[in-house]
């Protein structure tokens, strides 16, 4: 019985292992956090089109995680993780880094002066997410790769 109990905790032990490794693979860290914005996102978007009600803290949350989260987005993007995991990062990534930080960083300022000028209502989500839905659409269209 007890051999039993000592195999079953290792193959946990080991399979909890197996999923902090993969979790910290950059491709992996980078799908988590790309997952937070659309989330968040995906929160802005429900209150511009009405679909849920105006709440000024989950917007200022919203806000809060694109900003927190494109600050360190770029730095899980080292030479070595341009394939695997599915990845969907251009290759064009590591040719433009310099121009693939900026838009990453100019989406995190855009996202800080809407949390400073917190919208007051469905109209303003509607237009902060006009803004940050241009540098989405700025970086994707750049350094993401198309499913087919």
């Known amino acids: 019985m007890k051999m039993r109990v000592l195999v079953l905790a290792a193959v946990i032990a080991g399979v909890g292992v197996t999923a ?15 997952k937070k914005v ?8 429900g209150i511009a ?5 105006y709440d000024a803290e989950i917007v200022k949350a919203s806000l809060s995680t694109i900003s927190e989260t494109v600050k360190i987005f770029p730095n899980h ?19 433009n880094m310099e121009d693939f930080k900026a838009k990453a960083a100019k989406l995190g300022g855009d996202a800080e002066k ?3 000028e917190l919208p007051a209502d469905q ?26």
Not at 20 to 34: S, Y
Not at 38 to 45: I, R, S, T, Y
Not at 77 to 95: D, L, N, R, Y
């Open 49 to 53: 089109k009405g679909q849920k009600p």
């Open 20 to 34: 902090v490794t993969a979790a910290g693979e950059p491709q992996a860290v980078r799908q988590q956090l790309m």
């Open 38 to 45: 659309g989330e968040a996102a995906g929160a802005l978007n």
């Open 77 to 95: 993007f080292p030479p070595g993780s341009e394939t695997g995991m599915e990845t969907e990062a251009s290759p064009k990534i590591w040719q």
């Open 123 to 148: 109209a303003g989500v509607g237009a902060a997410l006009g803004i940050l839905g241009k540098d989405c659409a700025s970086c994707h269209e750049s350094y993401r790769l198309k499913n087919d």
């Open 114 to 116: 809407i949390l400073a």
